[in-house]
T-cell receptor
Framework: ETGVTQTPRHLVMGMTNKKSLKCEQH?????MYWYKQSAKKPLELMFV???????ENNSVPSRFSPECPNSSHLFLHLHTLQPEDSALYLC?????????????FGNGTRLTVT | GQQVMQIPQYQHVQEGEDFTTYCNSS?????IQWYKQRPGGHPVFLIQ?????EVKKQKRLTFQFGEAKKNSSLHITATQTTDVGTYFC?????????????FGKGTKLSVKP
C-alpha cells in the first residue's frame, strides 16, 4: 500500500540533533495524524490536523513540533529529544466528515535517540 | 477517562488452532474498527462494525459487535502462519475531535507451524 508515504524509515539521532520526519498522503484525505507507538503502550495520538488546521495536541512535549503546509503533507520536527522518545512514529490520514472513515497508516519511522 | 481494553495481550497457538481476541470499551461506541499490524509493519484497517449485534466475516475471520455496543471480538478459525501479527481494536474518542480513535493495546498473535 503506497497511499501514505513516510520518510525516513529509520532514524538515529543524538539528543542535541534537529531532524524532521516527513509524511505524504495520496488518498485525497482531509485529515492527517501523528501517532507514537512504543513497546507495551497503545498507539498514542500526538497531533491531528483537519483541513490543514491543528485541531488537537494531546499534551505533547514542545520538543515535538508538527507542521502541515497542505492537506497532503505533514512534518514532525524533532529537537533535543530524550532517549525515552525512541519509538515508531506513524503518520495516518482519513477523511473526516465521512462517518466511520478508517485510518490509513504509513510505514512509520523507527526513531532511536542516543 | 474513556478506555478501550483488549485481552489477551499475547496468544501463542499451534497452526490450525482457533484464536479469539476480545475488546471492551468503558463507554458505548457508535462503531468499532479492527486493525492488524504485521511484525515490522504498520496497522492496516480490517473492518468496521456499526450495528448492535453485528457479525461480519472475512474468510476465516469473524468479527462481532456486542448488543450493548461496548464490546467486540475477533475470531480466527484454523490459524495460519500468515495470521501472525498484532490485532488492535479502536473506537471513537468522544473527548477528542471528530475522526480521533482510541486504540486498545492490541493482542499479539504468534502461530507455531
Amino acid at each position: 500500500e503506497t497511499g501514505v508515504t513516510q520518510t525516513p524509515r529509520h532514524l538515529v539521532m543524538g539528543m542535541t540533533n534537529k531532524k524532521s520526519l516527513k509524511c505524504e498522503q495520496h488518498l485525497g484525505h482531509n485529515a492527517m495524524y501523528w501517532y507514537k507507538q512504543s513497546a507495551k503502550k497503545p498507539l498514542e495520538l500526538m497531533f491531528v490536523y483537519s483541513l490543514e488546521e491543528r485541531v488537537e495536541n494531546n499534551s505533547v512535549p514542545s520538543r515535538f513540533s508538527p507542521e502541515c503546509p497542505n492537506s497532503s503533507h505533514l512534518f514532525l520536527h524533532l529537537h533535543t529529544l530524550q532517549p525515552e522518545d525512541s519509538a515508531l512514529y506513524l503518520c495516518a490520514s482519513s477523511q473526516v466528515y465521512i462517518y466511520n472513515s478508517p485510518l490509513h497508516f504509513g510505514n512509520g519511522t523507527r526513531l532511536t535517540v542516543t | 477517562g474513556q478506555q478501550v481494553m483488549q485481552i489477551p495481550q499475547y496468544q501463542h497457538v499451534q497452526e490450525g488452532e482457533d484464536f479469539t481476541t476480545y475488546c471492551n470499551s468503558s463507554t458505548t461506541l457508535s462503531n468499532i474498527q479492527w486493525y492488524k499490524q504485521r511484525p515490522g509493519g504498520h496497522p492496516v484497517f480490517l473492518i468496521q462494525l456499526v450495528k448492535s449485534g453485528e457479525v461480519k466475516k472475512q474468510k476465516r475471520l469473524t468479527f462481532q459487535f456486542g448488543e450493548a455496543k461496548k464490546n467486540s471480538s475477533l475470531h480466527i478459525t484454523a490459524t495460519q502462519t500468515t495470521d501472525v501479527g498484532t490485532y488492535f481494536c479502536a473506537g471513537p474518542d468522544y473527548g477528542g475531535s471528530q475522526g480521533n480513535l482510541i486504540f486498545g493495546k492490541g493482542t499479539k498473535l504468534s502461530v507455531k507451524p
